[in-house]
């Protein structure tokens, strides 16, 4: 997103509870986590405001992003999200969200969390991580690598400094903080 994010959406119905109570705050929650990355992999090629519309549709779909469910996912299951028109009905972005669930559960078994393994590579820089997870996961390129790690915390530049919700966020230590 962009500065402009941080002047329109304070007070839209659509952006304004991301953009105050989401977007640069970090999180640990493994479910959290997940669907940032399946949110931000649908967002590719459409408009956030088309995401946030079909986010409790996205939940439902996707079983309350809870990891284990979703990477249990079979055919049947894709097939089912296909037919869904409450989602982004892209054959390869659902491959991707199911791939990656097992991907995070294997994060989970070698590192303790998605959290953890985060951890374990912060700091980088943009470019180091684009490269990490392009390895790690599949669908993520350098804008969907971004806007995930800006809207948890990892890289500065969610909110600007003289938005009132940079002072909230910088308050919690985000890890880009902590890294400074």
Same mark, same amino acid.
């Given at each position: 997103?962009? &500065?402009? @994010?941080?002047? %329109?959406?304070?007070?839209?119905?659509?952006?304004?509870? @991301?953009?105050?109570?989401? @977007?640069? #705050?970090?999180?640990?929650?493994?479910?959290?986590?997940?669907?940032?990355?399946?949110?931000?992999?649908?967002?590719?090629?459409?408009?956030?405001?088309? !995401?946030?519309?079909?986010?409790?549709?996205?939940?439902a779909? /996707? &079983?309350? #992003?809870?990891?284990?469910?979703?990477? %249990? #996912?079979?055919?049947?299951?894709?097939?089912?999200?296909?037919?869904?028109?409450?989602?982004?009905?892209? *054959?390869?972005k659902?491959?991707?969200?199911?791939?990656?669930?097992?991907?995070?559960?294997?994060?989970?078994?070698?590192?303790?969390? #998605?959290?953890?393994?985060?951890?374990? @590579?912060?700091?980088?820089?943009?470019?180091?991580?684009?490269?990490?997870?392009?390895?790690? /996961?599949? /669908?993520?390129?350098?804008?969907?690598?971004?806007?995930f790690?800006?809207?948890?915390?990892?890289?500065?530049?969610?909110?600007?400094?003289?938005?009132?919700?940079?002072?909230? !966020?910088? %308050?919690?230590?985000?890890?880009?903080? *902590?890294?400074?």
């Amino acid at each position: 997103m962009s &500065a402009a @994010y941080c002047r %329109a959406a304070p007070g839209d119905p659509l952006h304004g509870p @991301y953009h105050d109570g989401e @977007y640069g #705050f970090p999180s640990r929650d493994e479910a959290v986590l997940f669907e940032r990355l399946v949110l931000e992999i649908n967002q590719a090629g459409l408009s956030w405001a088309t !995401i946030l519309r079909k986010r409790a549709a996205f939940r439902a779909a /996707f &079983a309350d #992003f809870a990891v284990d469910k979703v990477a %249990a #996912f079979g055919a049947t299951d894709a097939d089912r999200l296909m037919s869904d028109a409450g989602i982004i009905r892209n *054959r390869l972005k659902i491959a991707a969200v199911i791939d990656n669930a097992r991907r995070v559960q294997e994060l989970r078994r070698e590192h303790g969390s #998605f959290a953890a393994w985060l951890d374990a @590579y912060h700091p980088m820089t943009r470019e180091e991580w684009v490269k990490l997870f392009k390895r790690t /996961f599949r /669908f993520t390129g350098g804008e969907i690598v971004n806007e995930f790690l800006m809207s948890l915390g990892y890289l500065r530049g969610a909110h600007e400094p003289d938005c009132p919700v940079y002072s909230r !966020i910088a %308050a919690l230590q985000p890890p880009w903080l *902590r890294a400074a």
